[in-house]
Each structure stands twice: as structure tokens, then as C-alpha cells.
């Protein structure tokens, strides 16, 4: 019963360049989420998923941009990293049968230098 | 979505209850209370919801006003591990965006 699993858990990056993060769920769950953390704050969405195929923007999606060919898989990516795009990722699922919570991937830890 | 108004820390001794409360006096009618918390460096983890009537879970229970503007989540007998951070959200289920909004919580300690 792995979840949410993401990888990779930690990288440093350099400005300009690019990297997808992976998040895997195996929970058949519909909707899918990208969240951002940074130090001190609460989560903000980036973009999410309600469904294979279809990605729909959050609150601060600039720099970023997210693909769902899978239903299992949810991706985003940096085309060209900046330093205020330091912060830790995570992703999130859940189903659209009844009125549950999210689960939560452990994160990923990205670093822009 | 409804904003939520939590103290920003609260201590409590380890083995008696953590009362954490949050105020949504804007709430709607179809709008429900959730709670997650957030043990240091990892992802969210839910903790419960209510619409209006009390909840209980092996977690936690919810205690809603009768007015619903302000509840009060309840950890009957903390431990260390429940340190963490506490966030109260309040939103419509079913909507198409299905967005949850997480704002900067109430960071419980507990203490031994």
C-alpha cells in the first residue's frame, strides 16, 4: 500500500535548467494536485487534475507546467528553474466517490542555485 | 471558499486534551470544516470533517457550533508525536475545481 509516492525526494538544480517531477499514486483515486511549500507558509496549489488527460491551473502556476497521460501519474515541470522556484513539492490525490480527504506524497525537496 | 482564522501556536501537555479551535463565520451552508495536520517536513495528512454535526474518529473529534461558525477539533489525549501543524479548512464538496486552500495553521506543541 505505497500511496502517493513521488521521486525524486531531493534535487539541486541550476537556474535555467529543466526537471520533472514525478508523483505515482496507486490508489485509482480521479483528482490529482500539485502543491508548492515554502519555509514558514502553507501549501499553495500549482496545478491539479481531475481526470486523465485534462490539467487545470491553481493559485500560482506560472513556470510550470503538468501533463496526465496516465491516471496513476501526475507530472510537473520546470522548464527553466529559477531561485524563487526553491521550495518543497507536493503532490496529492484523492476520488471523487464520497466525501474524503487528500493523501499526501512525502515531497520533494528542490533546490535552485 | 470560506477564510479560517487559527491561533498561530498552542502548546498542550503531553497525555491531556489539545483543543485546537478555528473561526469561519463566513462559512455557507454547503461548505464543510476539514482538518489536517502537518508533521515536521512531511506531507499533509487528513485528520477529519463535518458538515454540521459532531464527529469522532480513531484520530479526533469535531465539535461544530450550532451556528457553524467556529470548531473546535480535539485531540483527546496528545502524545509528542502530535506535534505538528494544524490546518483548519473550510470548502465545498463536489465542486468541479475541487481545490483545497491551506493556510499557515496553528502549530501545536506538546509537551512532555
Known amino acids: 500500500n505505497a500511496g502517493v509516492t513521488q521521486t525524486p525526494k531531493f534535487r539541486v538544480l541550476k537556474t535555467g535548467q529543466s526537471m520533472t517531477l514525478l508523483c505515482a499514486q496507486d490508489m485509482n483515486h480521479e483528482y490529482m494536485y500539485w502543491y508548492r511549500q515554502d519555509p514558514g507558509m502553507g501549501l499553495r496549489l500549482i496545478h491539479y487534475?481531475?481526470?486523465?488527460?485534462?490539467?487545470a491551473k491553481g493559485e500560482v502556476p506560472d513556470g510550470y507546467n503538468v501533463s496526465r497521460l496516465k491516471k496513476q501519474n501526475f507530472l510537473l515541470g520546470l522548464e527553466s528553474a529559477a531561485p524563487s522556484q526553491t521550495s518543497v513539492y507536493f503532490c496529492?490525490?484523492?476520488?471523487?466517490?464520497?466525501?474524503?480527504?487528500?493523501?499526501f506524497g512525502s515531497g520533494t525537496r528542490l533546490t535552485v542555485v | 471558499d470560506a477564510k479560517t482564522t487559527q491561533p498561530p501556536s498552542m502548546d498542550c501537555a503531553e497525555g491531556r486534551a489539545a483543543n485546537l479551535p478555528c473561526n469561519h463565520s463566513t462559512i455557507s451552508g454547503n461548505e464543510y470544516v476539514y482538518w489536517y495536520r502537518q508533521i515536521h517536513s512531511q506531507g499533509p495528512q487528513y485528520i477529519i470533517h463535518?458538515?454540521?454535526?459532531?464527529e469522532t474518529n480513531e484520530m479526533a473529534s469535531l465539535i461544530i457550533t450550532e451556528d457553524r461558525k467556529s470548531s473546535t477539533l480535539i485531540l483527546p489525549h496528545a502524545t509528542l508525536r502530535d506535534t505538528a501543524v494544524y490546518y483548519c479548512?473550510?470548502?465545498?464538496w463536489g465542486l468541479g475545481d475541487n481545490d483545497m486552500r491551506f493556510g499557515a495553521g496553528t502549530r501545536l506543541t506538546v509537551k512532555p
Open positions: 496529492a490525490s484523492r476520488s471523487f466517490q464520497g466525501n474524503y480527504g487528500y493523501t
Open positions: 479548512i473550510v470548502r465545498v
Open positions: 463535518g458538515l454540521k454535526n459532531n
Open positions: 487534475s481531475v481526470g486523465e488527460g485534462t490539467t
